[in-house]
């Protein structure tokens, strides 16, 4: 881009160079245009340092991001025994820290770096780093992410990450890399500046030919003064910051808002996404699902009582990470603690004198997407044990009766999971889990519909509780009864549309927890993780919602689609200047007004041409999504 206005102001400078030293011979006669060098090349310093000012309110999310890390930490030393219980805690800058250091949090403080607390416990704004406006409450066990603030006690935690590994720097790292990653419409404004500069080249000269051959006198003044307009008037200044400038205020303004873009490809991609499909599941639940009705079948070879089956469906869930295992596990063992819940058997009476142990269960197997089985010794018999949804009953060939697929069915219409509890031959009891919704989920599909896009939901569940579900928020495209491993091709069948209705090609952003829907967060156009602060989630998606909440599924569209537009308003703008003034500066007004463009105002022109653009881009700040 530079190659334009060094040619321009060395032609003028070399030009009046030698017209000065004819003069000192005698054999001059020519104007000298120092004058043009200097004043274009001070446009254009002055230019390029508004425009570094105007970047650097663009990539202020960064400062704001860099600001918010704490400079200290106070580092409790290890006592003679082996421990930290004695001696007065050490402040040092937080560059010194290491992992395993036992540091203490003061009230009022900020976390330094990311750990596990092993003393205390306190409440914890978060909302700097995940978007969540109440403070957290924080335990022993539990993670604290490092420049969060302590707001009540006091509590002493282990550092697990320092330095480039905590979480927010990995946000600023993310941040950054897609600041200076280019867009693919960066790309082909790179191809046609590749092709535009030659050509303003091949125009500058035949511009010196012609007024230089048909020019009035002095021809040559005028050749030179015209040329060097045309190569200053056309340097693509303008066109080299269209997009940079609009990715940085875009991947800051969503930094801002909790909303990590990881390249510039991925937001110009969002904007342009048909078709968003949600996993239930962490999406658009909290995923903290608990139990709601227990119901006990009774007569079965194993002597099971109505009781026991809750015990047992723990004991196999115990082994299990997903949410909804969880919840039986934490309701079996808070059963003989209630005072009352409302289940459909005799359970509540004799969970006091229940006692809680969970049974050793041998050869585990789990079934992605079914359930699980194990084997259990009961009354003194050996007995495999199943775990499920209706797939895994229809697997070991077990239907329900009438009565209980009544029972069944009223629970999965109001929007419950069901667990099936089954041995070899018999279904032992069903377990109804829910899940709650999130607060902004339906406000979220209403929005992503307004903007035109499909909302679909996709959730292993069968198609009665999905449907349930769906009707709360607005969903009417339902996928259910979906394995993991089959959300892939999902997707892919999604982008591919359905050329027989006449529904081509499409765009998909696929949105889920970041871990088990990897591979279709992988497979989609662009995929958006619900981060709830995992290290997983950042990694795997081209977006991440560090706060989880689905209205930033609506604002990484929306704000995409902004700076897409944004964008493109700066690339017409750029390119009607330079179609427009190019020909100017060559001279073809002159024979009709006689008008001039004199280097010093293309220069002028250049430089405000180029901050219009920035400026352009900084609206993005303003623009409320």
Known sequence: MDTLVALGTGAAFFYSSVVTFLEFTNRGGFEVYFDVAAVVTTLVILGKYLEAKAKGLASEAIKKLLKLQAKTAHVVPASPAGGHEGGNEMEMPIEDVKVGDIILVKPGEKVPVDGVIVEGNSAVDESMVTGESMPVDKKIGDNVIGATINKTGAFKFKAVKVGKETFLSQIIKLVEEAQSSKAP???????????????????????????????????????????????????????????????????????????????????????????????????????????????????????????????????????????????????????????????????????????????????????????????????????????????????????????????????????????????????????????????????????????????????????????????????????????????????????????????????????????????????SDVGIAIGTGTDIAIESGDITLISGDPMGIYEAIKLSRQTLRNIKQNLFWAYIYNIILIPVAAGVLWPVWGILLNPILAGGAMAFSSISVVLNSLRLKRIKV
């Open 185 to 523: 419409i960066q790309k082909l404004a790179d191809q046609i500046t590749g092709y535009f500069v030659p050509v303003v080249l091949v125009i500058s000269i035949f511009s010196f030919i012609v007024w230089l051959i048909f020019g009035p006198a002095p021809s040559l003044s005028f050749a030179l003064i015209n040329a060097v307009a045309v190569l200053v008037i056309a340097c693509p200044c303008a066109l080299g910051l269209a997009t940079p400038t609009a990715i940085m205020v875009g991947t800051g303004k969503a930094a801002e808002k909790g909303i990590i873009i990881r390249d510039a490809e991925a937001l110009e991609l969002a904007g342009k996404v048909d078709v968003v499909v949600l996993d239930k599941t962490g999406t658009l639940t909290k995923g903290e699902p608990a139990v709601t009705d227990v119901i006990g079948i009774g007569s079965n070879e194993l002597g099971i009582k109505d009781e026991q089956f809750i015990q047992i469906a723990a004991s196999l869930e115990k082994f299990s990470e997903h949410p909804i295992a969880k919840a039986v596990v934490a309701y079996a063992a808070s059963l003989g603690k209630q005072s009352s819940h409302p289940l459909d058997t005799a359970i509540l009476k004799q969970a006091k004198e229940l006692k809680m142990d969970f049974y050793n269960v041998k050869n585990f197997r789990a079934y992605p997407g079914k359930g699980i089985e194990g084997e259990i010794m009961i009354n003194g018999k050996n007995g495999k044990m199943f775990l499920g949804n209706r797939s895994l009953l229809e697997n070991i060939n077990i239907f329900l009766i009438p009565e209980m697929e009544n029972r069944a069915a009223n629970l999965e219409s109001n929007g419950k999971t069901l667990l099936f509890l089954a041995d070899s031959r018999n279904l032992l009891g069903i377990i109804a889990v829910a899940d709650t919704l999130k607060e902004t989920a339906g406000k979220s599909i209403e929005l992503l519909q307004k903007l035109g896009l499909e909302v679909w939901m996709i959730t292993g569940d069968n198609e009665r509780t999905a449907r349930a579900i769906g009707e709360k928020i607005g969903i009417i495209n339902i996928m259910a009864k979906v394995l993991p491993q089959e959300k892939s091709e999902k997707i892919k069948e999604l982008q591919r549309g359905n050329p027989s209705t006449g529904l081509g090609a499409r765009k998909v952003a696929m949105v889920g927890d970041g871990i088990n829907d990897a591979p279709a967060l992988t497979e």
